[in-house]
């Protein structure tokens, strides 16, 4: 669907604006229209150097981009957490045609990135860490769920900031129907702690407790956050 105004991404690479030729699925500019055209067709023949062309197997659909759909002030560019495969490099190519990469990258079917100018930090700027070359025995689609942003999430919400020490304590999960609740439940439940959820339906409270194994859940429209409290 159309989502308000066009818009224009704010940061492109100046590759991207070079070569705007493959189909794009942009936040706000979202050309479908162009789907049916091969990507490798719209791409040039020949790369300029230093660059690699990516094509995306895998790409996140998180929450924050609501921002971008609102047109409303963000925190980060429209960028989504994606697994991408190396097609080509122009010329000496630091990976392999066939390497799989997760990192930030636009929504578009074949993208050409100087080799610089490929994703390597964090949506904070704080953290050197993409884009990674993934293991090949390892499920490409868990770098968009659990090894990825979600889980880093889940992980950094949990040990981090609160700190939690499984086993022995107990947790109580907003939202543990969705990824990151569901992922911090998890992991607290593996690490032994005592975990209670709150969703907002009977069908995920439900599925909280017997697909997920929380320890206990109730659904907070019915019942508030309090009374979790005291189930904890
Ligand atoms: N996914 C990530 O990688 C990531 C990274 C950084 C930050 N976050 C943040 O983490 C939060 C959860 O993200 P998510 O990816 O887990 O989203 P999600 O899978 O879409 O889950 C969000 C959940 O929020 C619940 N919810 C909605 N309104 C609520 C309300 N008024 N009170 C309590 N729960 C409510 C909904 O469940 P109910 O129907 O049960 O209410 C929904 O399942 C968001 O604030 C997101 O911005 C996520």
Redesign the pocket.
Known sequence: GVCGAPREILTVPPDQRQLPLSPGWFMMRMDFGQRDIPPKMLLANDLPPSRVEIHPLYISV???MAFHIRNAPAYTTPQSYSVVEVVRCSDICPFAAGTRLMGAFFWKEAQIWAFADLPRMSPSGKHLLLPKELPANVDPSHYVGVL???G??AYAGLFRIGRVKCPGETVVV????????AMVGQMAKILGCRVIG????DD?VRHVKEVLGFDDALN?RTHGSAEAMRLA
């Open positions: 998180d929450p924050y990825g942003m979600p880093w999430t907003s939202a543990a129907a969705g990824v990151t609740g709150t969703a907002g339906t995920k907070y």
